[in-house]
């Protein structure tokens, strides 16, 4: 969650929230139409700006709603929702006037409605810097976020400059907790010790180890794509001994596995700190499909060595 320390911003949100809260269409408008107000207060720089943003509005309803509107309006559609929006609602010395009896007036500041609290989330977000889910989402910071302090700004800009680091150089890589989101930890997953990292292809590759010595993970920071990479084929790693300690091991990290194709959230987090350094989006898998029968079969195989093992 953001955090909000200027009192106008607060007063911004507040006022989302009322139109958001508002069943009225037209008193609904009028406290989006506030927003942009205490964003951009002087007249002729917000009415400029609702002209220009209102090209750049990405909201699906209220697309949808601004070609209807073209249909049948050509003209300045910022200068459109000031007068017949705003103006016609709080104003009745000329007109347009918005009239309360007038099913049609309703049912067009109903289907605007969506357009003017657009721009007033877009104004929340480019005056005072607070930004919404989706905008989060698209720029996906999270995924390095707590690797960007580890590595530094200039061995980043080498890295993404795709030339190779001196042989000297050193990093000091946290001791991690592979996780994923909504499940109990996987108890060889946890406390993985670092055993090295390398640069290549534009990407830094950090290494680790289970305390057991039985799973290796490999993960690919993407510093340029702002992505953590994940690929299971060579991410995570099994090596089995012959011990029965190795087969309860394969049998954790198979359900893990599971877990995450089947829409897992991965989380990296530091178990020095027992911070979250990163995460990623569900992870949708191609062209595989889960078969749960198969799942526990093959989880039952992992039971049956585990009593084989034990009893030798």
Same mark, same amino acid.
């Given at each position: 969650?953001?955090?909000?320390?200027?009192?106008?911003?607060?007063?911004?949100?507040?006022?989302?929230?009322?139109?958001?809260?508002?069943?009225?269409?037209?008193?609904?408008?009028?406290?989006?139409?506030?927003?942009?107000?205490?964003?951009?207060?002087?007249? +002729?720089?917000?009415?400029?700006?609702?002209?220009?943003?209102?090209?750049?509005?990405?909201?699906?309803?209220? +697309?949808?709603?601004?070609?209807?509107?073209?249909?049948?309006?050509?003209?300045?559609?910022?200068?459109?929702?000031?007068?017949?929006?705003?103006?016609?609602?709080?104003?009745?010395?000329?007109?347009?006037?918005?009239?309360?009896?007038?099913?049609? #007036?309703?049912?067009?500041?109903?289907?605007?409605?969506?357009?003017?609290?657009?721009?007033?989330?877009?104004?929340?977000?480019?005056?005072?810097?607070?930004?919404?889910?989706?905008?989060?989402?698209?720029?996906?910071?999270?995924?390095?976020?707590?690797?960007?302090?580890?590595?530094?700004?200039?061995?980043?800009?080498?890295?993404?400059?795709?030339?190779?680091?001196?042989?000297?150089?050193?990093?000091?890589?946290?001791?991690?907790?592979?996780?994923?989101?909504?499940?109990?930890?996987?108890?060889?997953?946890?406390?993985?010790?670092?055993?090295?990292?390398?640069?290549?292809?534009?990407?830094?590759?950090?290494?680790?180890?289970?305390?057991?010595?039985?799973?290796?993970?490999?993960?690919?920071?993407?510093?340029?794509?702002?992505?953590?990479?994940?690929?299971?084929?060579?991410?995570?790693?099994?090596? #089995?001994?012959?011990?029965?300690?190795?087969?309860?091991?394969?049998?954790?990290?198979?359900?893990?596995?599971?877990?995450?194709?089947?829409?897992?959230?991965?989380?990296?987090?530091?178990?020095?700190?027992?911070?979250?350094?990163? +995460?990623?989006?569900?992870?949708?898998?191609?062209?595989?499909?889960?078969?749960?029968?198969?799942?526990?079969?093959?989880?039952?195989?992992?039971?049956?060595?585990?009593?084989?093992?034990?009893?030798?």
């Amino acid at each position: 969650m953001p955090v909000v320390d200027s009192d106008v911003a607060k007063l911004a949100l507040a006022l989302l929230r009322e139109g958001r809260g508002l069943n009225h269409p037209a008193y609904s408008f009028l406290s989006f139409y506030r927003v942009i107000e205490r964003a951009i207060p002087n007249g +002729k720089d917000r009415g400029a700006w609702m002209s220009e943003a209102v090209e750049r509005i990405e909201d699906r309803t209220a +697309k949808e709603a601004l070609a209807k509107l073209r249909e049948s309006y050509a003209g300045d559609v910022g200068m459109h929702l000031r007068d017949s929006g705003r103006s016609a609602v709080a104003h009745a010395t000329k007109e347009p006037v918005a009239n309360p009896d007038s099913p049609l #007036d309703y049912q067009r500041l109903h289907r605007e409605r969506p357009i003017i609290e657009a721009l007033a989330v877009m104004a929340i977000e480019e005056c005072f810097g607070i930004q919404t889910k989706h905008t989060i989402w698209k720029e996906h910071l999270y995924e390095l976020r707590g690797w960007k302090p580890i590595f530094g700004p200039d061995l980043i800009a080498l890295i993404n400059a795709g030339k190779t680091p001196d042989a000297a150089q050193t990093i000091d890589l946290p001791k991690i907790n592979l996780r994923l989101r909504l499940s109990e930890p996987y108890e060889p997953l946890e406390l993985l010790h670092p055993t090295g990292w390398a640069v290549h292809d534009s990407k830094a590759e950090v290494q680790y180890r289970s305390r057991d010595g039985y799973v290796r993970v490999v993960l690919l920071l993407d510093f340029a794509a702002e992505r953590l990479v994940f690929p299971l084929d060579v991410g995570l790693q099994f090596a #089995d001994d012959g011990r029965v300690e190795a087969v309860r091991t394969g049998k954790i990290i198979t359900t893990f596995i599971h877990a995450y194709n089947g829409n897992g959230e991965l989380q990296v987090w530091n178990a020095e700190t027992d911070t979250l350094m990163s +995460k990623c989006d569900a992870f949708i898998p191609v062209n595989v499909v889960f078969n749960p029968e198969g799942a526990k079969a093959e989880l039952d195989r992992w039971d049956a060595e585990i009593v084989r093992r034990a009893m030798l």
